[in-house]
């Protein structure tokens, strides 16, 4: 399926929503983020070849709410294929506290960047950011709304394991109500075929109903539990857990809430012991005591690998935005020519 | 004209004040600054020519006063060009918060750079830092003083339009008192031929006299408005339109003072239709409201270009400071050398 | 001495302490250092060969406590050699707030790079981060712990001067307690033959009494003034005057003792008129009046040649570190592969 058609929405390539992605899309991702581990590894000698892929591409990473890890993600994966970045976080919007329109902080940026990646922290805003953007944009998060990306790393994370996402049977765990990275990645469970879902949270932090009945039409099964019981716990593939968002919780009385909440749900090594041998353990992190420092050293434990592979799969996706055509026999190519063997 | 020699000032190749500028260094600028934007469009296939102008070279980018915009087209077009470059922001100070004075730290970032750019809140720090400084200062703005890059891509752009400076009638609108956008750009107005400048603003927002004077000397056609006419507004060629800056009127009595202002002067649809059909509108960004959205599909509308063209000047001017030596020929010869063909 | 050995720790490659250092392997980073220097300097031609020493080593630079001048000196030096560098500052700790842990942290950018370079506020951090981490960790300064690369900066710049450690006379001034920079290259001088320290400082900001165990059990001759005498100041080799550091001084009555204290020795012209004509003054700045500036134009003042000598020092270190094998003869290699001529 050719690269150059995938990304295309009615504005643009831009990568707002899950919604967007159909499939083959997600699957051809998956293979060119496989491909860039493969090249980043230094082992392998492909590193230089990388580096020149984005060579001469200015990109602007504007995080109107910070996030370390991911700005850090997308930055340094943006310069590693040879992009030059600016990567804007929240105490230099000067612009925006002078009062000026996000359309406006956009079409700024889009002077100096072939392409623009933004966190924001209203729901919604990405989607309006598109609408006005010279340049592709990509959203690293809006508000509650979503976080594409996260959903896509997570989901490659799956298929490292298990070699593909039909079939499988997922626990998410933890805030689901304000978790725009669990709400993501359920959309894009449901392009799979046969997937299972089962929510465990308090009843104020379960899934919404609009995307059950969403996810419903697409045809998954999905099942709530207010605890993480001993059947259950038995019989998933991937035990997804997140963190009770302190900052989703305002003003003193649900900052008590909070505090009952916040250990509602800490997997430890008994936890795992329950565990099925062949399951992974999730987490988006960061962790505030969700998941014990002894289960680290479980080989089922998989959230460090999903943040490595976060770096792999968005320098995948900002190469097949700017349409930098890494077909496996484009690379293959490319190191024939330059390696002067073959692979 | 020798490259070498333009910029010059008893101090080195700073670029402080309009005021040492002269019309040829101006043009040899502007021409350059064309030749960038030509080299970036990717069509022309120059790019990797651009990116190497500048390799190697180091450039620190200070910015006492925060500033998104500025500051992003100084160090993306800086990075473009091959440079390393680091940029500090406001939060960053430590240095400064431990009592360092401007001229340690000057000489601090003069250790790990051949250029300084440097945006400060104080009117004459740049000429302090100048003294100092060890390799060439840019002047990204310093307080209620100059603005220098602003002013070369506001002029840049009334040049790509209208083929030249000369001759032209610019109506300034809005604070005109405290914008040393405007300063700086009526300073370079002054270095050409049969200029005409209209100043539209309420009294206490009006032009300093002494700059007038200044003008009035080097043969500029003045005249003072406290409302924008009909005819005035069919006159002009060019319609620079400025913020209240609200960060200039602080206390109680003076944010109110702000309010009344704020919308003094709004330009819109039902303007325009007023104006000339071939005058241009320019606004040097971020805008509250001084220009409805409508206004953006009009084809006069030039405020996003003169962004771009910041870009673009900047680039120009980082190269010419660093002595790159770009004159038209020898960018063919680069040219023909690497592509192999001619221009 | 190779190269390969002399930085490892049980742990790795990793540079906590000057503990670490034996004094061939001090020797050694001075050489390399030097011959960064005499790279980088753009007459000699050797700047594009630094450029591509670390091309694609990632690298995150992690300041929990800012400080731009160490910050910026490791990240322009890392760009400088090729680098791909993120350089995360104090107000983009979304994590941290969130109540992430260290080790999660030090994990998290593991994952974006091959190196690690962090300054932490708690003594004792960047031992606990070298524990988790699975790339080489540069301590940048920890609280009132160390401050190793600024030890090495401080004794090439003595190296440059005198030929060598050995024999030196070094006077400390200011405070003593509180000042990682002095206890740092304290063990750094107690590697050295024949060294002699001279503590100069009010009774409550004197030498702690456990490094001074340490420096006399390695043989260091140590005396302690509460002033700097004539005779003391006409012995000495380096004056190295630190600044005494108000950020240590919390709550009124501390302040009143820091406003007391903080002019207890100031270095002027008269001060330096006694001292040795072949002496250097030191001082690692930032000042605030410990040294008036009209000392600066004293051949024997060293603070900015210092700060130059860290861009250098680091850019070494960080080869070193990642195993960029850059002996005399491999250099002396790539020039003449490069250049086409003996050097």
Redesign the interface.
Known sequence: MALETIYDTPRGKHVISIDQWRREAVETLFDQAQRVAWMYNEQNGM??I??DWL??K?M?DVFF?????T???F???E??LGG?????????????S????L??TV???????DLLVMRHTKAGALAEAAEVSRTPVINAGDGTGEHPTQALLDGFTMKQRFGGLDGLHIGFVGDLVNGRTVHSLARLMSLFDDVKISYVAPDQLQMPKGLRSKLEAAGVEQSRYSRLGKKLLGDVDVLYVT?IQ??RFEGKKAQNEYEKLKHYFVIDSKVMARAKDDMILMHP?????EIT?AVDDDKRASY?KQ??N??FVRMALAAAVLERPFTVSAVRDEMRVQSGKMV
């Open positions: 590193r230089p990388l580096l060579r001469g200015a602007v709410e910070p996030s370390t890890r700005s850090t993600s930055a340094q994966g310069r590693f030059i970045v600016e990567n804007v976080t929240g105490v230099k919007f000067s612009s925006v002078k009062g000026e329109s359309k406006d079409r700024a940026f889009n002077c100096y960047s963190r302190k900052e992190l960061p962790r505030v005591g420092e460090f943040m490595r976060g770096f």
